[in-house]
């Protein structure tokens, strides 16, 4: 029974000595998640920083060829000013209409205008795009940039490159109609000088 006793208590001691041990391992393990979270949260964070420096990269490389379009756009929009002033300057001492040639005017001045909004809108690419990157959600922040910010851009180059066609296109009506007018007049001197030469004669 004493021995019993003894073994008991033996068992209980060593129980107790062991279980503070055991609670002291706690610290230890929670230590270790801390650690892992820690790391975990960091990887994140630089996978996100690849993520947003390879959208900026990407915006970047867009801002620079959307430019290279926006300079095409304005020497077009000049040759073809340069065109409807001399066109104008033909029809001031002609009877022709120049209704087309007016019209041709003000799709120029639209295109013009527009263009200028645009190389506004390109200026702050890099603006539209940080304000992307810091939004709440960044897996579509790629998307946005791509869809959203680019895309309006080529669609208002679509937009302002149909208004120099139209330009062009009534500018060359009137180059016609300003040639029909000028052979007729010079058929009707031509005939009127061989009639009063026969006449004379």
Same mark, same amino acid.
Request: overall charge positive.
């Given at each position: 029974m004493k021995r019993a006793i003894f073994i008991l208590t033996g068992f209980v001691f060593v129980l107790i000595a062991v279980s503070p041990a055991t609670f002291a391992q706690s610290p230890t393990s929670s230590a270790t998640s801390t650690a892992t979270s820690t790391a975990t949260s960091s990887n994140k964070l630089f996978k996100l920083e690849q993520r947003n420096e390879k959208i900026r990269n990407f915006a970047a490389q867009m801002q620079q060829r959307l430019n290279v379009i926006v300079g095409n756009l304005e020497r077009t929009a000049l040759r073809v000013e340069t065109q409807i002033n001399k066109q104008i300057n033909q029809s001031a001492s002609s009877t022709a209409t120049s209704t087309d040639l007016l019209a041709a005017k003000i799709k120029l001045a639209d295109a013009k205008k527009k263009i200028e909004e645009l190389k506004t809108g390109i200026a702050s690419l890099g603006q539209k795009v940080e304000g992307v990157i810091i939004s709440k959600t960044p897996k579509t922040a790629f998307y946005n940039v791509r869809e959203k910010l680019?895309? +309006?851009?080529?669609?208002? *180059? @679509?937009?302002?490159?149909? &208004?120099?066609?139209? $330009?062009?296109?009534? +500018?060359?009506?009137?180059? *016609? @109609?300003?040639?029909?007018? &000028?052979?007729?007049? $010079?058929?009707?001197?031509?005939?009127?000088?061989?009639?009063?030469?026969?006449?004379?004669r």
């Open positions: 680019v895309k +309006a851009f080529v669609a208002k *180059i @679509k937009v302002i490159h149909k &208004e120099l066609l139209d $330009s062009v296109k009534l +500018a060359k009506k009137e180059m *016609i @109609k300003l040639n029909r007018q &000028e052979n007729s007049s $010079s058929i009707t001197t031509s005939t009127v000088s061989t009639t009063t030469t026969s006449t004379n």
